[in-house]
Every structure is written in structure tokens, then in C-alpha cells.
């Protein structure tokens, strides 16, 4: 019981490609939301902001969530990955299905190309979603984090079924109800049960483990867990079956108080913290725990209405989405890759020499002026697009978008750096 | 056990009749997570390894070390002291509170709490309760066992004075790993000692991997680590060196690593 010799790391060719891809996409992303300008201040379900949603959070999150958990699941479940072959099939079938959709939602090709998008979309993530469950299946340790990474993997699934439904609805019309409300579903169970459940799932774990903070109350975590899924199964359950507006504050009541009790365990982890100073990765995830705050309150003011003009809500909408996927989201990425990216390629390329000769630490692969130019730039970023969309201002977005062009270039360098990297060693001067 | 399998409990059953108690979900709860195969084994009154390989058709492998030699609570049953000549027994049947679903470990325990000094205990019962002796003997009680007719145990404890244990000490041995304590015991002095739970990723990995390369010849290396280091673990069965485990809490986890080809 106590001998330990699996080799349960995945190879590195799993792991690269998808942070390649994701680091291209960002690229991309910034190129479209250049190129939409003053369609992003239009509603919020225009081919243009469709477009630029699904390359967000499918090309850029996801793809990198695929490529991080590949590396994560050794950690959390303690158990190697099921299948590698699968997990390099379903990488490119995923990357030609996103490129396909984006496509289909950009050109606006709703009963044509859309259809098959979705369906082979649906397809990858099914793969995905296979692999991982099976992988869980073998997992001796069933803790709390690799709980919400499951949950969060079958929220994934319900959420790419409702949106292959709306694409099949545009050509065989068999829904009841209008494609916005589907599309609020959809939209919902993505953001929320998808990436916040499996950011709280994955962060539990590598917060602190990066600060390095010793006894955490899990228990918030716990709580958490069951709050936000009893949250959204409620919202979900609630417009499928009654749709009685007058209980879906309840539930977004207990979400937010949900997301407040993870956050409670970050703050402690970080009052915990033996590493006091932070790194670049590190101030990145906290501006995006910080963040939170954002999408709860505007995800209220959505709900409520309060009386605002139709005009004014729907730039909110849009601004919701906003704060999550570039706030949230984007940011932990952003930060994320610096600290996992670079310990994969490390352990690739030098872990035959640890020990032997004195090698180059992971962070020692990118630039850290370049990673830091890039968080700046990607501040004002945040803040020109919030004050865009809240004051109806185009120039404002127009700063934010190029502003976001030159963080993704930023982005790019350092990760071909660290991908590309050769095998240096370091010369002993004693 | 029972809870990665249901069929765990059909096939134990299969074995003895006694284990179908285990079909109570409130009696499995309590009971089932207080025991190892071997005690189960001995509860019911079957050879362990007829348990083993019950267990190993339906599924589950079987790790660690079969104990070869008796189980030295078998012992007390030679010092035994017939009923006859035992003054003040206080005498506790719980086959009905077993028979109601319920669960009597609270009950003997109070029974326990009031025994006056000179006092014995008898347990009446249909099974002998392992887990129950073990914990009373760790509180320092002698404990023995009787199987007057088919069907029914009778288990005596009166307190030892002589044979205190400690309560703590006895309960981190036995959470341990028997092959770790053992490696760590061969090694004695001849192991170097280092704590990286305060260090960053990759740090722990980097100084583990340096210590290992200036190890002497026989010599182990001990780490305290937060958790088992998943990709330590390939880097060091291509350099040849074991690692051992023993899980303190969720947060401490000790290692000891040394070259395999020691024997």
C-alpha cells in the first residue's frame, strides 16, 4: 500500500499543444474584438459578440482548462489520466471544432454551418468528459477539490447539450420558447457550473499550494460545493419546469453566498501564506478572486432590472459576461499559465538532471518584465472596457481592444519562450 | 471496504453467516469502518485467508502482509479465567440492541465508565467484538474471551493497573503503515532528515532529487512533505530508489526514499 511506483505524470506533447492553441486563440480574440468595435455596444446576442464569446471561452479557456487539468489530474485524483491517445485526438478534433463554430457564429450561418459545428463541438467535449470520468473512476482520493472538478465536468456536458439544442432548434424548430431564453441557460450552466466550479475545484488545490498555507478550513469549501450546485440545479430546474420569477433571487442568493464562502477560503489561505512575497502568477489569480465581486453584483442588477432603461440593461448583460470571461476567467488564466506552463516544460526537459546539475528553476523560462508589462496592460485593459460599456463609450472600447492586442502579443512571446525552450545548464562557480 | 463494494457484503456473507449482520446499513455503518479484514476475520470466526480469497474473486487485491503467526489477542484466551471464579460481574447483554439496528458500542462504554474497581464486565454477544477489545485493552483493561455454546460470545474485561498503554501512542502506531515503520526502524540512525513543506514548487522535488544523489551507501533519506509528490514519483524509479509513505494528517505527509537494490 505504501510502495509508490506509477508513473502517473502525462507526457509533455499532451500538455503543450493546448496552451499553444489557447495563447493563439487569445491572439485571435483580440483581433475580433478589434475588428467587432461598435457591435460589442449592440445587444449582446449579435453574430459578432456570439462570435467572440465562444472563441473566449472555448479557444482560450477551455482549451487551456484542458491542457492544465491533463497536468492537474495526477495531483488531485492521484491517479495517472485515463487515456492520452484520446486526450490528443479529442485536442484536435476540439481546435478544428471551435475554429468551425466561431466561423459559423461570425458570418451569422445560423441554420447552416452552425449545426454541424455545434454537433462536432459537442462531440470533442463528450471525449473530454469520457476520459476525465474515467480517470476519476480509478482515483483512490475523492477530497472536495476533485469533487468540484467532476461536477463541473458534467455542468460542461448539460451546458454544451442545451447549446447543441439551440443550434438544432435554428434549423428544426421544436422548442417552445424563444432562443434567448436558452440562450440564459446555456450562458448560466457554462459560466457558472462549468468555470466557477472547476476554477473553486482546481484553485483549492494550487492556491495554496503556491502560497504555501498550511490548515484551511475545508469546510467552507464544502458549503460552498453545496450551495452553488443546490443554486444552479434550482435556476436551472426553475426555468425548464415553472419559470416563477419570484423564487430565482433565492437561488442566486445562495450562489453568491456560495462563491463568498470560496472566497473566504482564499482570503485565508492568503492571511496563511509562508510566501510572502507574490509572484507575477500569483498577483494575477488574486486581481481575479478580487473580481468576483463584479459579476455578483451586475449579475443582481441583470436579474432585478431595478426600473433601468432597456437600452442601459442590455449593455449590462453584455457587461456581466464581460466581467466574468475577462475579468474572472481571463485573468486566472493569464496568471495560471505562469506558474503550470513552465513547470511542465521544466519537468520535461530537465527532470533527468535535477539533483545532478544545477539546472534553471521554472520561472526562470519566460520573461518576468514581459509578464509584468502584460498584467498592467491588461489592468487598464479591464477598466476601459467596464467604463466602455457602462457610458455607451466607443472610444473607450477601442483603447481596451488594442490594449488587449498588445497583452495577447505580450502573452504569445512568453509562451512560445517557455514552449520552445532549450535545455540550458548552469555552470557550478563553486 | 463495504463502501467501495456492495458486493463486499454478499460475499463476505457467503462465507459466514455472521457477516450477514453487515446488511444492516446502521449496524455497517458504525461497525464496518472500526475494522480491518483480519479482525473481520476473526469476528466471524473464519480463517483469514478463506476471507482474502473471498475478497479477490469479487475484485480486490489484496496489499500489505498476511500476519503468519496468531494474533496475539488469541493469547489472552490461555490466561482465561473461568466465570466461576470471577467475584462481581456485572453482566451486559447487547444482542438486542444489536437485533434492533442499533449500534451498542455507546452502551458498553458507559458500562465500562461506572465498573467499580474488582468489578469484570461480562459482554454478551454473538460475535466476538474486536474493535471494542482493542480499544478497552488501550485503555488498559484486560480483556478475554469465552464461547460457552454455539452462537454466542461472552467477552470479560476488568481492569489492569500493571498494563497501562497509552492511548496516544498506541493510536498513531496503528495508523501508520506497518512497512513504513518497519523500513524506518531497519534504517535507524542512518538516515538524513529534511523538511520541504515550506518550500515553493518546485523546490521540494529539487532538494529531495539533490539529497538522493549524496546519499551514502545503505543510507535513507526521511521528508516531511505536505502531500505524495506525483511527479517526483517516475524520476525516482528511473534512478532506482523506493519511496515509502505514511500519511500524518492532510497536510504532513513523511517519505522515506533509499536505493533499491539494497537487499
Not at chain 1, 441554420?111 to 462531440?123: N, P, Q, R
Not at chain 1, 486581481?287 to 442590455?314: A, D
Not at chain 2, 470466526?45 to 473471498?54: L, N, P, R, T, W
Request: aromatic share 12%; net charge positive.
Amino acid at each position: 500500500m505504501s510502495v509508490l511506483n506509477s508513473n502517473n505524470a502525462p507526457d509533455a506533447s499532451v500538455v503543450k499543444p493546448h496552451f499553444v492553441f489557447g495563447s493563439i486563440a487569445l491572439l485571435v480574440l483580440s483581433a475580433m474584438i478589434i475588428l467587432a468595435d461598435s457591435n460589442l455596444l449592440e445587444a449582446y446576442f449579435n453574430t459578432k459578440i456570439l462570435a467572440i464569446t465562444h472563441m473566449a471561452v472555448l479557444g482560450w479557456a477551455t482549451m487551456i482548462v484542458f491542457g492544465a487539468l491533463y497536468q492537474l489530474i495526477p495531483v488531485v485524483f492521484e491517479t495517472s489520466l485515463y487515456s492520452e491517445k484520446l486526450a490528443k485526438l479529442t485536442f484536435w478534433i476540439f481546435g478544428f471544432s471551435i475554429l468551425f463554430l466561431t466561423y459559423a457564429f461570425w458570418v451569422g450561418s445560423f441554420s447552416g454551418l452552425l449545426i454541424y459545428a455545434s454537433l462536432l463541438t459537442f462531440s470533442a467535449l463528450f471525449l473530454f468528459v469520457i476520459n476525465v470520468i474515467l480517470s476519476y473512476r480509478n482515483s483512490k482520493k475523492k477530497n472536495i477539490s476533485s469533487k468540484f472538478i467532476i461536477t463541473a465536468i458534467i455542468w460542461l456536458a448539460a451546458t454544451e447539450f442545451v447549446g447543441t439544442l439551440i443550434a438544432l432548434n435554428f434549423k428544426y424548430i421544436f422548442l417552445t420558447e424563444t432562443h434567448l431564453f436558452y440562450l440564459k441557460i446555456h450562458a448560466t450552466i457554462g459560466l457558472i457550473g462549468w468555470f466557477l466550479l472547476l476554477i473553486i475545484g482546481v484553485g483549492s488545490t494550487l492556491i495554496p499550494m503556491f502560497l504555501v498555507s498550511h490548515q484551511l478550513n475545508e469546510k467552507k469549501l464544502k458549503i460552498a460545493y453545496i450551495l452553488i450546485n443546490v443554486g444552479l440545479l434550482g435556476l436551472s430546474l426553475n426555468w425548464f419546469l415553472v419559470n416563477y420569477t419570484v423564487i430565482a433571487p433565492l437561488f442566486w442568493l445562495a450562489i453568491a453566498v456560495g462563491v463568498l464562502f470560496f472566497f473566504s477560503f482564499v482570503f485565508e489561505a492568503y492571511n496563511k501564506r509562508i510566501r510572502k512575497k507574490l509572484d507575477i502568477g500569483m498577483k494575477h489569480t488574486l486581481i481575479s478572486m478580487l473580481s468576483v465581486f463584479l459579476p455578483i453584483v451586475i449579475s443582481l442588477i441583470v436579474m432585478m432590472g431595478f426600473g433601468m432603461e432597456e437600452k442601459f440593461l442590455i449593455r449590462v448583460t453584455t457587461l456581466y459576461g464581460f466581467t466574468v470571461i475577462f475579468g474572472f476567467i481571463t485573468t486566472l488564466i493569464l496568471g495560471q499559465t505562469y506558474k503550470t506552463l513552465p513547470f511542465v516544460i521544466w519537468l520535461d526537459k530537465y527532470k533527468g538532471l535535477v539533483g545532478k546539475t544545477k539546472t534553471p528553476m521554472p520561472r526562470e523560462l519566460y520573461s518576468e518584465n514581459i509578464a509584468k508589462g502584460q498584467f498592467y496592460l491588461y489592468l487598464l485593459f479591464i477598466v476601459c472596457m467596464i467604463l466602455g460599456f457602462i457610458f455607451n463609450n466607443i472610444v473607450m472600447i477601442r483603447i481596451g481592444s488594442y490594449t488587449l492586442l498588445i497583452v495577447a502579443i505580450l502573452y504569445n512571446i512568453n509562451v512560445f519562450k517557455i514552449v520552445f525552450h532549450t535545455v540550458k545548464i548552469i555552470k557550478n562557480e563553486e | 471496504m463495504i463502501k467501495e463494494n456492495e458486493e463486499t457484503i454478499q460475499a463476505i456473507a457467503s462465507i459466514n453467516k455472521h457477516f450477514l449482520k453487515l446488511k444492516n446499513p446502521v449496524l455497517r455503518k458504525v461497525l464496518a469502518p472500526r475494522v480491518t479484514v483480519a479482525d473481520a476475520a476473526k469476528v466471524g470466526g473464519v480463517d483469514i485467508f478463506i476471507m482474502i480469497k473471498k475478497l479477490e474473486e469479487i475484485g480486490f487485491e489484496f496489499e500489505g502482509e498476511i500476519p503468519q503467526k496468531p494474533n496475539t489477542d488469541n493469547l489472552n484466551i490461555e490466561n482465561m479465567s473461568s466465570t466461576k471464579n470471577i467475584n462481581n460481574l456485572v453482566s451486559l447483554d447487547v444482542r438486542p440492541t444489536i437485533e434492533s439496528g442499533e449500534d451498542p458500542f455507546n452502551i458498553i462504554m458507559k458500562a465500562v465508565k461506572i465498573l467499580k474497581e474488582g468489578e469484570t464486565l461480562q459482554i454478551i454477544n454473538s460475535f466476538e467484538p474486536i474493535p471494542l477489545i482493542k480499544k478497552l485493552q488501550s485503555k488498559g483493561y484486560e480483556s478475554w474471551t469465552e464461547r460457552p455454546i454455539e452462537g454466542e460470545v461472552h467477552t470479560f474485561f476488568r481492569m489492569n493497573k500493571t498494563k497501562w498503554v497509552d492511548n496516544e501512542v498506541e493510536e498513531t502506531v496503528k495508523k501508520g503503515n506497518k512497512n513504513f515503520d518497519e523500513e524506518l526502524a531497519y534504517f535507524g540512525d542512518n538516515i538524513r532528515n529534511i523538511d520541504v513543506r515550506e518550500l515553493e514548487m518546485p523546490e521540494p522535488m529539487v532538494q529531495i532529487l539533490k539529497e538522493i544523489e549524496t546519499l551514502n551507501k545503505g543510507q535513507a533519506l526521511y521528508v516531511d512533505h505536505k502531500k505524495i509528490p506525483q511527479f517526483l514519483l517516475p524520476e525516482l524509479e528511473v534512478r532506482n530508489f523506493d519511496i515509502l509513505y505514511k500519511e500524518i494528517d492532510c497536510n504532513h505527509t513523511v517519505l522515506i526514499i533509499y536505493k533499491n537494490n539494497r537487499t
